[in-house]
């Protein structure tokens, strides 16, 4: 199995992502949680363009080094008998599964660390940045967050000693629940509740996507629901409601984000200074945040 993973993964994950971005798009369409405030065809040409200059830097990589790509690593490190499961005489869907589990651990501790670490933070608000939030928000990476996510990857995967087929299961279930938890859905409150003592749902990822600093600074999970629980860093519900939270960064509640070009370079722009009004929309006081968006609190 894990010969054939090395061989045609990368088709499989292509297969899988498109079903599940076509799924997600035509549910958005016909059930949406949210009005989406900006031109979809602009946000959608600019996220997916994004997306599509991460794959390219992949590949560049690629070409100018040894395959940088976590399923290469895990291929490596279980050739030559590196990394701790490779050490360990456990049934094999036993190191699957605790793979999978760490490596969901390993994402959720890289997200924590785009959000605390000011240089991550620069290139991570590129994702934060968009105004709404549907199915290509999920792909929204800034490529050099993308390559540095890899070698985050890579770095994890050799001492772990995951295998192939671990590696390409995580990769493929990772997209799809980004594309799902990102989807503009609207979930029956029943279902919602249900879904989300296991994994990561539209509601619940949507609070993370708040303009309110305390509410960003939460839910940062793609797969596991688990991690924010137990870390503490769990928000059930936008304080303004779904209908009334605004989506994105403060400062750039504009056009600009759904432009290509302006998304690329916004790690390497100098950081606007905030507004009276920025600073109490970002900090939730609700006696300001009706005046800088235009609701009223």
Known sequence: MDGLIGQSDGWIRLAVFAGMFLVMALTELLWPKRRLIVSKRKRWLTNIGISAAGTLLLRLMAMLAVPVAAIAAAIYAEAHHIGLLNHLAWPYWLKVAVALLVLDLVIWAQHL?????????RLHQVHHADRDIDVTTAVRF???EIGLSMLWKIAVVVPLGASPLAVFLFEVILNACAMFNHANIALPAWCDRSLRLLVVTPDMHRV???VLRREHDSNYGFNLSLWDR???????????????MTIGLTPYQSEAPTRFGWSLWLPFRP??????NEIDLAQGRPQDRGKATGRKP
């Open 113 to 121: 660390a785009s959000h605390k670490i000011p240089i991550f933070w």
């Open 142 to 144: 800034h490529p050099v």
């Open 208 to 210: 993370h996507h708040s």
């Open 230 to 244: 137990l870390f503490r860093t769990y928000t059930a519900q936008p304080e303004a409601g779904h209908q009334g």
């Open 271 to 276: 950081r606007p200074t905030p507004s009276a």
